[in-house]
């Protein structure tokens, strides 16, 4: 492990947004924890060692995810090589977002009603040849 950040000016905003969804992903974990610890008890003031196991654990967390965050050359090259392509993306301008939303929407109401048509239809026919009652 490293003693600095690999590749520290590359890959900012995916290091930042990874880092920030691993923190809430662990603060619930660790509140998880917190509240799961209530009912155990330690032989100890049970805050107390609430206190210590969430220190713990944080402390275990954080440098695993500054490890795959920010050290790791595997992980780090990866979020790099992610930020890169996403620059290169051509993403849709807003009218044609809106164009090919409401294409969506039309064609899977054109597709509800005619589904719906056909079901009539093959009820109508069921039901004159005996198959289903009225």
């Known amino acids: 492990m490293g003693t600095g950040i690999y590749k520290s000016g590359q890959g900012y905003w995916v290091r930042l947004m990874s880092a920030i969804g691993y923190g809430v992903v662990v603060a619930l974990g660790l509140i998880w924890l917190w509240k799961q610890m209530e009912t155990?008890?330690?032989g100890i003031e049970t805050t107390y060692a609430q206190?210590?196991?969430?220190?713990?654990?944080?402390?275990?967390?954080?440098l695993l995810?500054?490890?795959?965050?920010?050290?790791?050359?595997?992980?780090?090259?990866?979020?790099?090589?992610?930020?890169?392509?996403?620059?290169?993306?051509?993403w849709s301008?807003?009218?044609?977002?809106?164009?090919?939303?409401?294409?969506?929407i039309g064609l899977?109401?054109?597709?509800a009603i005619f589904c719906w048509g056909v079901d009539v239809i093959?009820?109508?026919?069921?039901?004159?040849?005996?198959?289903?009652?009225?």
């Open 65 to 90: 995810g500054y490890w795959l965050i920010g050290s790791k050359p595997g992980s780090v090259d990866f979020m790099i090589a992610t930020e890169g392509e996403m620059k290169k993306v051509n």
């Open 122 to 134: 093959f009820a109508m026919l069921f039901r004159s040849v005996g198959v289903l009652e009225n």
């Open 93 to 104: 301008t807003k009218a044609e977002l809106t164009r090919s939303t409401i294409a969506v």
């Open 40 to 42: 155990v008890d330690f």
């Open 51 to 62: 206190v210590i196991a969430i220190l713990i654990c944080a402390g275990i967390f954080g």
């Open 108 to 111: 899977t109401i054109f597709v």
